[in-house]
């Protein structure tokens, strides 16, 4: 591997010049120090302990560790200073906090401004803005920025980073080429009589413009993909020799990119290269182009067609690298989901437009173009979250997708995720149903949706370790008159979501380490939790493998989620199947009250018929429900009272014990919520007992129920509310 | 485009269907005449590319007219092909637009 090190004045040649690009090197043989560059990449100084944050993260994991990492990109000097400081705060999975502040020069080595993009955990980052003072040195270890944090209500926050780099990212190229065709990396920048006047006479070099960019450049060994003459290739056969001749070809993400020079493409001349590489899960890894297509065709009449070519090829080569760092073209920036609301550039001088569509054409585009990205795109590439730019990350156009949570600079809501067991642990099949909390931690009431807490009003985001994030998309979606709810100061709500499936599929399913993390919608104010990391442990059996494949399912996951169904016959069966095979695995205790559930109440179903449609009335059969019931939530209280979690545990049980009553069942009703009260008395997670007037309110129940009375509590909302 | 060739001397024009497409029927009449009709025409947004084709037109102004079904939408254009032999048609904004680039090559 051959790095490539321009050096810092090529990166860093502009001293104290921010934001003047192309300002006059300074003389460089006495450099007074205070014109040290200092732009590059900082992590958290160990001389100085980190102060925590005002919320502490969730703690770690077992197998991953604890530490938090942080690093910044102050970007004030150099080659194209975007006047900008971005940071991230990382250590726990992947539940990041990305920032980007906007700097204004406010003294020597001294800048500030506002912090206008975050992403990732915010409810952990409440500041606003950044204070940025740097050390300038001649030697890199003796450099460092302190940057204090404020706003958002909190203290401020003194943080000091050392030197790592000049460079904000690393990235290692590989140049492989059709057998008989040559990679050419290089060019001559006044070779062609079309250039700006003021544009410096060099040898350019690939890796040199993306050291200019901001990464830190490696580069392996070309080698030649062997095709015979006359071939041309299509987007499958350029992805099979990648992941055959690439010598870092992996399925994973990383600051790695395979560039293929090749002849032509099948689709003809007019194809000058692609980012081919948005195929499979890890795009954005592997890009070609094509040196016998138009791009070799110059202009009739220009003054040096070889240099013209050259050229077009030099800029081909970048401009379809471009792609692999999730840069769209220059006219594209608005389209799709940008990472921020973007302008489009359609005169943009980058190497990300068509030279032959701007006002002028090609001859106007060379004339001004000096060999860059955009400033936007600069932005992006060095300062937006890793996931949106890294190779084989976020999928090609995704992110260049991100919409910025409106998290208010002051949060008076909380929201949190959490299951009622001590370690977020979770049996194959078992389903996962998280409680949320939100919390009005102002001093303020405040007025939220009665269903801010339901499924279909929340975002809730679940990543597998290793894999892309999904959003959960839940079964149901409420169509219902608004209702408002005043939450005092201090006062909670609680809800209930079954993270494990919706009409995505099963995203919760596979063994493994996820993280879930959701965000409530109050008014204009997003309030996200933090990030909640549970597993998913393997299965146990051979049996358990295949019957699995019966249970991710959507009519499963439907049968489980509505609590029974006499309709879904499929699902019905699986889950008998399951009681029957696996009476001692936790998905048996969710397959009883599925099943038992609708045999409590006189069951209607339209039936099609010869002439239309017949209503139909199943009665109930209560001694039937009891029987599948019963070992459920009433010999295994406690495993229940944790699997369900104590929300959805009470509710399910209130409601079958009432059923059971109104069906006459009134002795099986009693000993069910007994159950209840005795379990859930008897129960603490973490030190936290349940609150005395959930069991109070139990016990009105029982006693109505026993006295053979109607309870006329809406009970469901009275668990949600008080548990 | 018989009829056209016998009434009038004619000419090519290339034409591309660049950005916003996503399985799009696309039906373009040159002075009335139905010329190009395609169906699932979607972009692929790293090339700005979903289809392309040369149309015999008229050696003087024309009325291209587009047709996306799927969206209702239509547009017509005058165009002079001695002018702008290259037309490149994007969705932009919910719009229908036309550009005139030098050439019409994708990368």
Redesign the interface.
């Known amino acids: 591997m051959e790095p490539y090190e321009e050096g810092l004045q090529l990166l860093n040649d502009d001293g104290e010049a921010e934001g003047e690009e192309g300002a006059i090197p300074l003389p460089k043989p006495f450099p007074f120090p205070l014109f040290w560059p200092v732009s590059g990449l900082y992590a958290a100084s160990s001389i100085v302990p980190p102060k925590p944050l005002p919320i502490p993260l969730d703690p770690a994991p077992i197998g991953f560790h604890p530490i938090r990492r942080e690093q910044i990109r102050l970007d004030v000097d150099g080659r194209y200073p975007q006047m900008t400081v971005s940071g991230t705060i990382s250590g726990i999975l992947v539940s990041r906090i990305h920032w980007i502040a906007q700097l204004s020069k406010t003294g020597p080595s001294r800048w500030s401004g506002a912090i206008w993009y975050k992403d990732g955990a915010t409810a952990s980052f409440p500041y606003t803005a950044v204070d940025v003072t740097a050390t300038r040195s001649r030697f890199p270890s003796a450099r460092s920025v302190k940057i204090t944090f404020s706003g958002g209500g909190l203290p401020k926050r003194v943080m000091v980073y050392g030197f790592v780099s000049p460079y904000f990212r690393t990235v290692n190229l590989e140049f492989d080429f059709q057998s008989g065709e040559v990679a050419d990396t290089a060019i001559d920048t006044c070779a062609h009589p079309v250039r700006p006047a003021s544009l410096p006479c060099e040898t350019l070099t690939i890796p040199i413009v993306f050291q200019r960019a901001g990464c830190q450049v490696t580069t392996n060994a070309g080698s030649p993909v062997p095709a015979p003459p006359g071939a041309t290739w299509s987007d499958m056969e350029m992805h099979d020799a990648m992941q055959i001749h690439w010598s870092r070809f992996a399925n994973a993400a990383q600051w790695a990119m395979w560039v293929f020079y090749a002849s032509l493409h099948e689709s003809g001349t007019n194809l000058g290269g692609i980012m081919f590489d948005d195929i499979g899960p890890n795009h954005r890894q592997g890009t070609a182009l094509f040196v016998d297509s138009f791009i070799a065709e110059a202009p009739a009449n220009d003054p040096n067609p070889a240099a013209w070519i050259d050229r077009m090829r030099f800029w081909t080569a970048v401009h379809e690298m471009g792609h692999a760092f999730n840069l769209a073209h220059s006219w594209q920036k608005s389209l799709g989901t940008p990472w921020v609301p973007l302008a489009n550039e359609p005169e943009a001088r980058s190497f990300m437009n068509y030279p032959y569509s701007v006002a002028g054409g090609q001859a106007a585009f060379f004339s001004n173009f000096e060999f860059r990205f955009s400033n936007p795109e600069l932005l992006f590439v060095r300062h937006a979250p890793e996931r949106f730019v890294q190779m084989g990350n976020a999928a090609w156009f995704d992110h260049h997708a991100f919409e910025e949570a409106a998290a208010p600079a002051a949060p008076a809501l909380k929201l949190e995720l959490r299951v009622n067991r001590e370690q977020a642990r979770y049996e194959f099949m078992e389903p996962v149903w998280l409680e949320l909390k939100l919390t009005n931690i102002g001093d303020q009431p405040r007025l939220v949706d009665a269903d801010v807490l339901d499924a279909s009003s929340l975002t809730v985001i679940l990543k597998k370790q290793g894999k892309e994030a999904r959003q959960l998309v839940p079964f149901r979606q409420k169509c219902i008159q608004p209702a408002v709810k005043a939450l005092m100061p201090g006062e909670s709500v609680y809800g209930t979501v079954l993270a494990s499936a919706g009409l995505n599929g099963w995203d919760v399913a596979e063994p493994g380490t996820y993280l879930v993390q959701a965000a409530a919608h109050v008014g204009d104010e997003d309030v996200v939790s933090q990030p909640f990391v549970l597993r998913i442990a393997p299965p146990v059996s051979r049996d358990e493998e295949y019957v699995a494949g019966d249970v991710f399912t959507q009519e499963t996951a439907r049968v489980l989620v509505f609590g029974g169904s006499r309709f879904l016959e499929y699902g019905n069966d699986v889950l008998q199947e399951v009681v029957e095979r696996f009476p001692d695995r936790r998905i048996a205790l969710h397959a009883r009250v599925a099943l038992g559930n609708p045999m409590t109440l006189d069951y209607k179903r339209l039936l099609p018929t010869a002439d239309g449609l017949e209503l139909d009335v199943e009665k109930a059969k209560p001694d039937d429900a009891a029987k599948l019931i019963e070992p459920a939530l009433v010999k295994q209280a406690k495993v229940a009272a944790e699997s369900f979690g104590h929300i959805r545990y009470r509710g399910i049980a209130e409601r079958v014990a009432q059923r059971l009553a109104a069906a006459g069942a009134e002795a099986e009703a009693v000993t069910t919520i007994d159950s209840v009260i005795g379990t859930l008395e008897a129960r603490t997670v973490k030190g936290r007992p349940v609150k005395a007037t959930v069991i109070e309110e139990l016990r009105e129940t029982r006693d109505t129920l026993a006295a053979g009375r109607k309870v006329k509590t809406k009970t469901r909302a009275r668990a949600k509310a008080k548990v | 485009m018989d009829g056209l060739a016998a009434t009038r001397s004619v000419m090519l024009i290339n034409v591309a269907l660049q950005?916003?497409f996503d399985g799009d029927t696309v039906v373009i009449r040159v002075d009335g005449a139905e010329a190009y009709r395609r169906e699932q025409v979607t972009t692929?947004?790293?090339?700005?590319?979903a289809a392309?084709t040369q149309l015999d037109v008229p050696d003087g102004p024309f009325e291209l007219e587009v047709d996306i079904p799927t969206r209702g939408m239509q547009e017509s254009f005058q165009i002079d092909p001695n002018a702008h032999p290259n037309v490149?048609l994007s969705l932009?904004?919910g719009q229908l637009v036309a550009?005139y680039?030098?050439?019409?090559?994708?990368?």
Do not use: K, M, N, W
């Open positions: 950005d916003g692929r947004t790293q090339i700005s590319h392309d490149a932009l904004g550009a680039p030098e050439r019409l090559g994708f990368v």
